[in-house]
């Protein structure tokens, strides 16, 4: 079939034909009720100018430290002072004379040993202190504890060398924590640091020793999991000597001082810090948790026979109320605390004072 249009322009004009009408244009329909009701759209608001955002200052990494909460042995104390000491005033006290079977129980239950508890006793009962009882107490606990330069710090006994820190501990303790917290004091102080993330067995480790670092604003090195962790010290030190660096706190596989090749392990990365600094002469801190009591004590004889410990840094002290360990410590190992943690915050690792330590502990 042709289509309209073609048909109509091929048909021939019919002349004396009418044109026909052209028709006006339809009347626009009524608007419908729904549209004649609706209301005029509401132009929409005209968007605001965003404020301009104030420019930050620039991230300090270190200012925490100034911020972060000092802890005291005050109030670290208070649970050791509330259990132990009060017991102890208790009964040396008596209105009858010292009940000095009952100090003696104490003293075991506090975490001081059961055989230097009962010669601290005796020693205490001959002493005849003008003091009273409780002063001889005072006096015999305080002579457990190791005499030490308060000055003390970690030197470098190489020349052009870092002084160079290793830390030892069981998983749990506090041990990688207590290193970051290490980095930030002696960061905070002006002194330039390098950490070895040398616990290569524990993934996790190396995550939150960044964490640390970062925080700390200082540098770190780090190999893969698994990796050799004498080699991440190694190279930790030739950072440390290209850069003139002051200070190598080096983290190390948390471990059982019952396992003798893990010990071995820890033996080897000694090792290799004197084959690459002859004479550097590290401190070993080892890193004590002092809820764990006697078995804590008996951690720390095996490291030391291993490693060589020059130093014990007791977390946890604010959580327990044994802190008698602190004696029991010193006396078997002639080795001093070099820090004591009476809390969570950065500012709440503190240097041991002694003196300081029997003063908070009978305050």
Not at 24 to 37: C, F, N, V
Not at 83 to 94: I, K, P, S
Not at 133 to 148: Q, T
Not at 330 to 341: H, N, Y
Request: hydrophobic fraction near 45%.
């Amino acid at each position: 079939m042709m289509a309209f249009w073609r048909r109509r322009r091929e048909e021939p004009e019919v002349k004396g034909a009418e044109p026909e009408p052209i028709p006006e244009p339809a009347e626009p329909a009524a608007e419908s009720l729904s549209t004649a009701l609706a209301p005029e759209p509401v132009p929409p608001e005209p968007t605001p100018e965003p404020e301009a955002t104030p420019a930050l200052a620039p991230f300090d990494p270190t200012a925490f430290l100034a911020v972060a909460p000092e802890g005291s042995l005050d109030t670290g104390l208070e649970k050791t002072r509330t259990g132990l000491v009060t017991q102890l005033r208790g009964y040396l006290g008596n209105a009858d004379g010292p009940q000095w079977d009952e100090v003696e129980e104490t003293l075991i239950a506090g975490d001081i040993g059961a055989v230097l508890a009962i010669d601290l006793v005796e020693r205490a009962r001959k002493r005849r202190d003008p003091g009273g009882p409780e002063a001889a107490i005072r006096a015999e606990l305080a002579a457990l504890l190791v005499k030490r330069d308060v000055d003390w710090e970690p030197r470098s006994a190489v020349d052009g060398g870092p002084a160079v820190v290793l830390v030892v501990g069981v998983n749990g303790t506090g041990k990688t924590t207590t290193i970051g917290k290490l980095a930030a004091r002696y960061a905070g102080t002006g002194r330039s640091v390098i950490l070895a993330a040398a616990d290569t067995f524990r993934a996790a480790a190396i995550d939150q020793l960044r964490i640390w670092a970062d925080r700390a604003a200082v540098p770190m090195v780090a190999h893969a999991p698994g990796a050799d962790p004498g080699a991440v010290v190694f190279d930790a030190l030739d950072a440390a000597v290209a850069r003139g660096a002051d200070l190598v706190i080096a983290d190390t596989a948390g471990r059982l001082h019952t396992r003798s090749n893990l010990m071995d392990e820890l033996t080897k990365v000694r090792g290799i810090i004197d084959k690459r600094l002859p004479g550097a002469a590290p401190e070993t801190l080892f890193v004590l948790d002092a809820t764990t009591g006697q078995n804590g004590l008996a951690q720390a004889r095996a490291f030391h026979q291993a490693v060589g410990l020059t130093g014990i840094v007791l977390t946890k002290l604010d959580s327990t109320a044994k802190g008698g360990i602190v004696f029991a410590i010193e006396d078997a190992l002639k080795i001093p605390v070099r820090f004591v943690g009476v809390g969570e915050g950065v500012g709440d690792l503190l240097p041991f004072d002694p003196e300081a330590f029997v003063e908070a502990l009978f305050a």
